[in-house]
Every structure is written in C-alpha cells, then in structure tokens.
C-alpha cells in the first residue's frame, strides 16, 4: 500500500494543468528570495559584468532546479519528491556561502577583522584566538574540539533529514527557519566583511595544532570546501543554538545530541582560530533574534501562498 504523507504537507490543491503559484513552498521563496537580492547587489556595485554574469547563471541554474523540483512534487507526489522539493536549496547552501567572499568588499573595500582583533583585545586584555590554543596544547583537547567543530559540516543536513522523518508534519516549516537562518547570516558576511584569525593572522601563529585525525580532517574540509568570509557573527554558533532550540521544542533525542556538540563548538571556533571571541558572543546573542526574523518570514509566506491557493 501506498504510504500517504501528511495533509498539511502534501496540501489540498485540486486543478486541472499545472500551474506554478500553486505548487511552490515556502523554502522556494526564501531562496529566490535571497537569489534576487544579492543578483540586484552585485549588478549594483558589479554593472553588466563577468562576475555578474557568472552570478547569473548559477542563478539560473538553481531556478531551473527549482522548477524541477515544483513540478516533480506536483507530478509524482512521492516521499522522494517532496525530499527533494525541500532539499534542494538546503544543497546550494555550501555555494551562497562561498559566493559571500567575492561579494562582501563593496561597502568596504577593506576587511575588518583589525577591528574585531582590536574588540578581542579591548574585552579580554589577550587575545583568545591566539592564547587559547597555545596555553592548552594536549592533542587530546584537540581531537575533542576539532572532533566537535567537524561535526558542523554534518549537522545541517542531518538535522533536517532528522525533522524529515521523525516530524514530517513541521518538516517544512524546521526546513525553512534552518535554510532562512543560513541566509540571513550570509546577508550580514556581506556587508560586515571579516576573515577571521586563520586569514588575518601571519604564519603560524594562524595555525592550531594539527597533528590528530580530526584536525587534519577539518583543515582538510577548510582547504576544499571554506572562503576568507563569514567570520562575524559565528554562523556555527548561532546556527547550532537555532538547532538546539528546534530540537528542544521537537525531537528531544536531537536534542540530546546537539546538547554536546554546541558546547564543543562554541569553544572550537576560537580554539581553532576560526572565529574571534568577540564573534561567538556576537553568534550567541544574534541566533534568537534570527530565529525570531526567519518564523515571522514563515509565517508571512506561507500566509501569502495560502492566499493564492484559494
């Protein structure tokens, strides 16, 4: 027997022909959203040119998939195609980041990471990106730590494949909140551009102990898949305390889960020069206002596409 998805997700749409006003999510919006936004940036500051028609045609490519992944819902109403329907913006989420370092010096031309370095040192008297690791050596603490901050580049995808399919029933709207989040803060990387200590600081003192398996395999992680940009506020952490608070409210084994790895990772960022201090503050007090922006913008698109569905 064929299993039935839940109604609130699958929706009641009864037309003749497809029509596309009719079958988008709220995740669509979000991201079209951000696509047109930062296009209309970048012909701003870039005019008719390369990097904006490079821009362009990623852009297009994601629109194309999108159309895909509406009418392959519409079509098949599949468990498969409403995971890739809710999905496939969380996939791009890796590229918009990327994208933030060659877009984020048109109000300043300059990074300002020798303020947030200055800030690290007005609160604290030193500078804990660079004492942290070198006043706790132990490979052990390491491994810990690196092994904590390594589990970031798993934890989105696995915290929505989580709500997926423990709470299909609020899957779209977690899948939202989590994919508006990662936006927002991409929107701020690109108008507050900072590197980090890795970037900013001279060789080696921009360098953490390397010598374990985890810390090889988050630099290796950096070196292919990380961009000098995203440093303030701490993306990692504000996005991990939005996690923890979904879970919290939803699938209590996550958050059991998550409990001990946001711990980690908020001493993680620093320890591995990642981040300024001043960032993972910045990263714990912006995540509730971010999660506050990202339910009120549910709410609103969602009301506006159940409008349209009338």
């Known amino acids: 027997m064929q299993k039935v998805l839940p109604k609130q997700l699958i929706g009641t749409r009864t037309m003749v022909g497809f029509r596309l006003k009719d079958n988008i999510r709220t995740t669509d919006v ?15 500051f870039e005019g008719l040119s390369r990097s904006f028609a490079v821009a362009m045609v990623w ?6 998939i999108a159309f895909v992944a509406i009418y392959l819902e519409y079509n098949y109403k599949s468990r498969f195609a409403l995971f890739f329907h809710l999905f496939y913006p969380v996939l791009f989420l890796s590229f918009f980041y990327g994208e933030t ?5 048109y109000i300043f031309s300059e990074n300002l990471d020798p303020v947030f370095f200055g800030l690290d040192h007005s609160l604290f008297g030193f500078q804990p990106s660079i004492e942290f690791s070198i006043s706790f050596p132990q490979l052990w603490l390491s491994e810990i730590l690196n092994f904590g901050y390594f589990s970031l580049y798993l934890m989105t995808f696995g ?8 709470r299909i029933e609020i899957a779209e709207r977690s899948i939202f909140i989590i994919i508006s989040s990662f936006l927002i803060y991409y929107l701020i990387f690109i108008v507050v551009p900072v590197v980090g200590p890795q970037y900013y600081l001279d ?6 102990i390397d010598s374990g398996l985890f810390s090889r395999a988050v ?5 292919y898949g990380e961009e000098p940009t995203g440093a ?21 084994w996550l958050f059991l889960i998550i409990l001990p790895l946001f711990l980690l990772i908020a001493f993680a960022t620093v320890y591995i020069k990642a981040h300024y201090a001043v960032d993972v503050i910045a990263g714990l007090l912006s995540a509730p206002i971010i999660y506050y922006i990202s339910t009120i913008l549910y709410g609103m698109i969602e009301k506006r596409l159940s409008y349209f569905l009338r």
Not at 59 to 64: G, S, V, Y
């Open 203 to 208: 060789y080696p003192i921009n360098k953490a």
């Open 232 to 252: 303030f506020p701490s993306s990692h952490v504000g996005l991990v305390l939005i996690f923890l608070y979904l879970s919290h409210k939803n699938i209590n």
């Open 219 to 223: 630099k290796l992680v950096q070196f």
């Open 159 to 166: 915290v929505c494949l989580a709500f997926f399919f423990s």
């Open 59 to 64: 852009r297009l490519i994601f629109i194309l």
């Open 101 to 105: 370092a060659s877009i984020n010096n």
């Open 30 to 44: 979000v991201a079209l959203g951000y696509i047109v936004i930062t296009a209309i940036f970048i012909l701003i």
